[in-house]
């Protein structure tokens, strides 16, 4: 499979513990540094249509500040209501201090 992967931003500009919006082609992706690891996910919450990046990012959670619905970022899991549809994960890359995520790939899940 071909890699497309888009720099979305330098690794400096995304601290551990924080998320932020990008737009990535026609998509808009919520970019997750969670411990040192970045994750992606689109960026609308599949409840109300609010950004994620402007969501509270807990430990591997974020929750929509406009109703409280939670995902678990990484598999994009609804762990919490009125959420009630998974959030699509894209893969990300680190390379040279940049982010780069891969909208025609899923992000890896553990089995």
């Known amino acids: ?8 931003c330098t690794a400096a500009d995304l601290p551990p513990g924080n998320v932020k919006s ?8 919520a ?7 970045f994750y992606a996910t689109e960026a609308q919450c599949t409840h109300a249509a609010a950004d994620l990046g402007d ?5 591997d959670v974020i929750e929509c500040s406009l109703h409280f619905g939670a995902f678990h970022v990484p598999s994009g ?3 919490q209501p009125p959420c ?4 699509k994960t ?10 780069y995520v891969d909208l025609s790939a899923p992000a ?3 089995s």
């Open 108 to 110: 890896a899940t553990a």
């Open 84 to 87: 009630c549809i998974d959030l």
């Open 1 to 8: 499979m071909a890699e497309n992967l888009v720099r979305v």
């Open 90 to 99: 894209f893969r990300t890359e680190v390379k040279d201090g940049q982010v």
């Open 31 to 37: 970019v997750y540094n969670i411990d040192g690891t």
């Open 55 to 59: 969501g509270i990012l807990e430990g």
């Open 77 to 79: 899991k609804v762990v």
């Open 22 to 29: 990008f737009e990535v082609g026609d998509e808009r992706v």
